[in-house]
């Protein structure tokens, strides 16, 4: 019998499993629902924003003057931004971020240059320092509710470091939110703004009156476009996070239901096998008793 105890306990100890799971996907889809509801409300605005860049850097003739706009001769060292979950439970979510993220890394070691990470995650975070790579900045808590202000401080942080020369370029890695059961890895450079994330095209080509002049407002505009990108990526890494976790919750609680099954007919059937091993015993008495 001992056997049997020890199978009811797996099936209860499943059982309990699958209420915590089934718990944790209910939480990620109610966390869900507010953050993709705080993206498609940024959504609009972040694209209005890239439209006003689009006319004021339209109005500039040498992009060179702007600090941001300036590619170097010479790149030597890339800074990376990295955005990962502070949370496992949500599948191959961060491991797809990490990956993509390692690969860069390898790629520019390999053309000789200098790569430093700005891990945004503790997850990210984790896997770098325990492998010895260059973790600059470790941040905590962006995804839980992003915010313009972490965004603002990020961005800073991100613009300071190039406008010192202490690296040349910077790019982030972050999961774009294609739908519900697809969040993507994306890379894409911050710094410095490239001609394409800006350009205008020739049939929006229509001249504009600027107070103050484009100088002026470009001066001004274009760290704002960084910290808007920054926060883009955290409203769509979020957004991601919670849209992984219900997912494998929601497998996880499935499988555990059939383990439930599964367990449930092994029992019986050990069960069953016990309860005629019994029988036969009895019979067996019976008929020695007989003769």
Do not use: W
Request: some cysteine.
């Amino acid at each position: 019998m001992a056997t049997l105890r020890d199978i009811k306990r797996k099936i209860d100890a499943v059982k309990k499993t699958s209420q915590i799971t089934k718990a944790m996907n209910m939480v990620a889809a109610a966390k869900l629902r507010g953050a993709q509801q705080n993206m498609e409300k940024f959504n609009p605005y972040a694209g209005k924003f890239r439209e006003v860049i689009q006319r004021v850097a339209g109005g500039v003739e040498e992009r060179a003057s702007y600090e941001l706009l300036n590619a170097r001769e010479e790149v030597k060292k890339i800074e990376l931004v990295l955005v990962t979950a502070d949370r496992g439970l949500c599948g191959s979510f961060n491991n797809g971020l990490i990956v993509k993220a390692e690969r860069f890394i390898q790629e520019k070691l390999a053309e000789g240059l200098e790569v430093s990470l700005t891990a945004g995650g503790r997850k990210g975070a984790d896997y770098f320092r325990r492998r010895k790579y260059a973790v600059r900045s470790r941040l905590t808590g962006l995804l839980n509710k992003p915010s313009y202000d972490d965004a603002f401080s990020l961005g800073q942080e991100l613009i300071g470091l190039f406008e010192n020369r202490d690296c040349d370029e910077v790019y982030v890695i972050y999961s774009h939110f294609v739908s519900m059961v697809r969040q993507q890895p994306t890379l894409i450079k911050l710094l410095p703004v490239e001609s394409s994330q800006i350009e205008e095209g020739p049939e929006e080509a229509v001249e504009y009156l600027f107070e103050p002049s484009h100088e002026a407002l470009l001066t001004d505009l274009l760290p704002n476009y960084v910290y808007i990108q920054i926060l883009e990526a955290l409203y769509q890494t979020a957004v991601s996070e919670h849209a992984a976790r219900m997912a494998a919750m929601e497998n996880a609680t499935n499988n555990c239901k059939e383990l439930v099954k599964d367990l449930t007919l092994t029992y019986n059937k050990a069960r069953q096998a016990g309860i005629t091993k019994e029988l036969m015993d009895i019979v067996g008495g019976a008929e020695a008793l007989k003769k």
